[in-house]
Every structure is written in C-alpha cells, then in structure tokens.
C-alpha cells in the first residue's frame, strides 16, 4: 500500500467495496452451486471477476441516478442497492421477485434503487440510458443515468447513435463500457474493427479504469461521475475486466484466449491485500464478513423458496 492510494480512498468506501464485491462473489457462488438443480427459472450470467467494476462505480451513485442494464446484471443491480431477497426470488421465478417473475435473470427492475430496467438484447438498453438522461435535463432534475453495456455492445448502430445524441444534445449520461474482452466465446478483437475508447472520445471525454482493481474503478468513476454532474454533458468509462465463468451458466470458463489467474485477477484478493496492509480490515474480520453475507444468502433462498409462483390470472394480469 502506498500513502498515494490511501489518500484516494476513504475507509468507509473500501468496506462498502468489499462487502458490495464479496455480496456479488458469494451469490454467483452459491447460484453456480444451486443451478444445476433446476431451482432457477431463468438463464444467468455471472460476474464473478467482474466485480471491481460496478463496486467501484456505485460508490459514486445514488438511489435517484438511474443505472441501464443488459444480460449481465447480478452484481451491478445489487451494487445499485437490489435487495439480495429480491433477486433471488427472480431467479426462482416467484412473485415476489424483483420483476414479480416476469423477468428472470436478464430483466431486473428495481425503481427505487434507480433501476429501471434492463435488455437482453445486446445494446439494447444503452439508449434507453441516455432517454433517462435526457428527462433528467427536461424536467430540471439532477439526476444522471448510466448506460452499462459490455464490449461486445459497441459493435450495435444504436451504440453510435446514443452516443452522437447524448453528445449533440449535451445530456448527462455516463457510458460505462465494462470489457471482458469477449462476446460470449468471441475475443473483442474479432468483432471489434475499432478501438472502442477511440471510437468514444469522438464524442466525449473518456476515462479508462483497471476493472479488475476496485481501487482505480473508484478513482476514474469517481472522476466521470463527477464529470458528468458538473458538466451536464456525456462521459465514457472503460473498465477492462476478466470473466471467470462461461458465457452462460455455472461453469468456470475454459477457453484457452482468456486465462485466469485467481490471484492477481481477482479483484477481492486485491482489495483485500489492500486493506489489510492499510490496516482497513483484518483477516478475521473478513472471515466474519464473509460469515454474515452467507447468512444473507441463506435468508434469501429461504424467501425464494416460501414465496409463490405465479398464477394464470396473475400472468394475464
Ligand atoms: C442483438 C443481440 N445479438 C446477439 C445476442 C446474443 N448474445 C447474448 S450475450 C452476447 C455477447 C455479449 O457480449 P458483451 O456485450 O461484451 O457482454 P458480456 O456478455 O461480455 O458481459 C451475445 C452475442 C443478443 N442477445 N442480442
Ligand atoms: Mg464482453
């Protein structure tokens, strides 16, 4: 740890990292463990090694910003503050899921935590981000949206022309591309024709984070968000990152263009490294930490399990 980093992180925002990535680690964990059972009603994506970049961005947010998803959405909704209990009882297709069952894994909707919804059509809630943006600057408010989409996202037209409205029209939006270099088995330089930072700076100023450390996501989205409150006008933030897990479903990924190496690419080692050599945490305090989220998942799944599935008239509703 140098004096340098410690003076960028408030301690407070460490632990909410932490506790934020380890909430999304140990769910994915868990669901990867449960999936094969057949409990869930819905496909899943998983974030696990992917954490560091919604952690590090939602710090920045608040419940009135209004964050757009696309299929990867468990641990960014649960970084904009989606209740564990309700995301789960989504996967297991119950009433009192986020979506009331309709949605599954890749439609989350959580308005009070300013998640208004979210698209399994690859790019197609980015301009859906920047519409949010634009009643924010119509009707005086002062809240920002964020489009988050993966790298695969920019290869859509709707892409481009999101970003040349939000620019031509100055609205407050923050484009947050989170690379993992893939489009499902496909490396980004093979549906890629273009450097994608490149791309957006024709548009707007461009930050650029290590998405695999928590600490340079908090510093650059701390530096875009702040931006794009101060200016009123679209930011881009790219934060290169790692999948651990296939495309889809519960099984670590395996192909031989995206190898892992658990210790240097896991962002919870590194922040946890971190914080302890910061004297942010100890060791046991982690194992306790870790102790009262699996609780948390417990309680979740047992909600899931005891909530009703939808009836006819409740669908046709
Ligand atoms: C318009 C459209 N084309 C193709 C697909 C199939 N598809 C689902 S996810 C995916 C890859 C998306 O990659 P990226 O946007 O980089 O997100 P990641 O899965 O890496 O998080 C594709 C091609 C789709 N859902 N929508
Ligand atoms: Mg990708």
Redesign the pocket.
Known sequence: MSTAELDTINPADALRMLRTMRVARQMSQRIAKLYPTDVMETPV?LCIG?EAVSAGLCCHLTDADQMLL???THAPALAKGLPLRKLMAELYGRTTGCSHARGGSMHVFDPEHGLPGSS?????SIAVGVGAALSSKLSGSDFISVSY??????N?GVFHESMNFAALKQLPVLFLC???G???V?P?AEHAAYEIAGVASQFMPVFRADGTDALSVYREAGKAVRQVRETRAPVFLECTTK?WMK??GHERDDLEINPIDPVTDCPIARLERFMIGASLITPREILALAKEIEAEIDDAIEFAERSPYPQPEFVEA
Do not use: K, P, Y
């Open positions: 994506h992917q696309g299929h990867r399994a059509i690859v790019g197609g989409f993966g790298d695969a996202a920019t859509a989170e690379n993992n893939l489009s499902n496909m980004v999948r495309h889809q």
